[in-house]
Every structure is written in C-alpha cells, then in structure tokens.
C-alpha cells in the first residue's frame, strides 16, 4: 500500500539527549513536511523540504534538524536545544511544494521527556 | 503571517444531525483549502482538497466550500453518525507559500 511511515510511534528522551524520529513515504512525492502538534494548538510547521538535498526552516525550527539524502526518506532529529519537546509530531507529503495538491499525514510520533 | 480559525471549538450532536464546521481566514489569498479528520492520537486523514478554480468539493455525506472573497471555508456533514466524533482541521494554503496553516480544529462528538 502507499502512504507514509512513522516510527517509533512512541519516544521517550532524557534531559540532553539527541533523539530522530523517521518519516518514509512511498508516494513519489517530491515535497516533505515536520510539523508539530500541542494540545488545543493548530499544527506548526517545523521544516520542509521541496526536492532531494535541500530544506527549509518553518516557524519553529530551533533545535531541530532535518536531512533529506533520499525522496522517500526525511528524518527528523530533536537536539538538546529543544528546550520543549514533549509533543506529538506529524510528517506530511504532497506531490510538490510549488503547486500544492492533495496532502499526506503519517500516523504521528508521541514524544516525551523523562 | 495568516490565522486560520474554526469555529466552534467543541460540538456536539445527535446521531442523525446535519451539521457545519466553519473556517476562516485573515488573509483571502488562499488559493487551496484542504479538510481532515483527525482521530485521538492519531495523524490526519485528508477528506476534501478545494483548489483555487473550486467552489466546493463532495464526497459521499461531506461537502465543502470555499468562498475566497470572504476568506471562509465549511464542511457540511449530512446524517451525522458516532463513527463521525473525531477532530476536524482546515488547512490554508497561500500562493507562492510552501506550508499549510491549521486551525486548532472543531472536535466533534456525535452522540448515538
């Protein structure tokens, strides 16, 4: 089936730790999306990416990072400087950035501070 | 930067209920508006995808439309059932932007 794959669908961080949540599609889609998810907010997005090899910042990008080195894959990793991270965290994709179509979701990934 | 607002926050209705969600934009430059359902704990489910030559999308008891003028979008949920009680969110896509922006979404309960 197509769609999109998150993993872990839960992650637990301790204080100062690195930790990368993974994002595969197999839709062919050229356009990439983190977002992050609070209770009672709407989704903000973290970064996106249009093709292979390039990314952008969106509203919220401290202390997160991104790669994107395949079309199917855009991980995404919560560094020590993310002073908040417990949130539910999506990744979208859509078939380009420039002209937008019809969007993704995956299932999400809960992640939690101990 | 737009805001996307919805309203109510919370609804709740009899199984049976036809029922709006409502949607609104500060800024009328949308030219996509895209609709999902989100369920607890869960990611989101597009319903609706309206795109800039659109007025208005359907798909069996949903219906959506977008008036850009007024920067306001609905989503029309004829017969509501129990399997409808979800979140709905509305997304706001501006030309020449590259990120959807969200309402905090219309939780909905339908009660049997």
């Known amino acids: 089936d197509g769609g999109i794959t998150q993993s872990p669908k839960y992650l637990f961080r301790k204080e100062g730790q690195n930790v990368t949540l993974s994002c595969e599609q197999n839709l062919n889609h050229d356009a990439m999306y983190w977002y992050r998810q609070d209770p009672g907010q709407g989704l903000r997005l973290i970064y996106y990416s249009q093709i292979v090899n390039d990314f952008q910042k969106g509203d919220i990008a401290e202390g997160y990072s991104v790669s994107r080195e395949k079309k199917e894959s855009f991980p995404l990793t919560v560094t020590s400087a993310q002073k908040n991270p417990t949130a539910f965290y999506l990744c979208a994709s859509e078939g380009t950035a420039t002209i937008h179509t019809e969007a993704f979701f995956g299932q999400g990934t809960r992640l939690t501070v101990v | 930067k737009q805001e996307v607002t919805q309203i109510p926050a919370a609804l709740s209705v009899p199984e049976g209920e036809n029922l709006v969600l409502n949607c609104s934009f500060t800024d009328s430059a949308i030219y996509n508006l895209q609709w999902f359902r989100q369920d607890p704990g869960k990611g989101l489910t597009s319903l609706l995808l309206?795109?800039?030559?659109?007025r208005e999308q359907t798909s069996g008891r949903l219906n959506a439309s977008l008036d850009k003028s007024s920067g306001r979008s609905t989503l029309y949920i004829a017969a509501s059932q129990p399997g409808d009680s979800a979140t709905y969110l509305c997304?706001?896509?501006?030309?020449?932007?590259?990120?959807?922006?969200f309402g905090a979404g219309t939780r909905l309960t339908v009660k049997p």
């Open positions: 309206i795109q800039s030559s659109q």
């Open positions: 997304a706001g896509i501006v030309y020449n932007n590259n990120d959807m922006r």
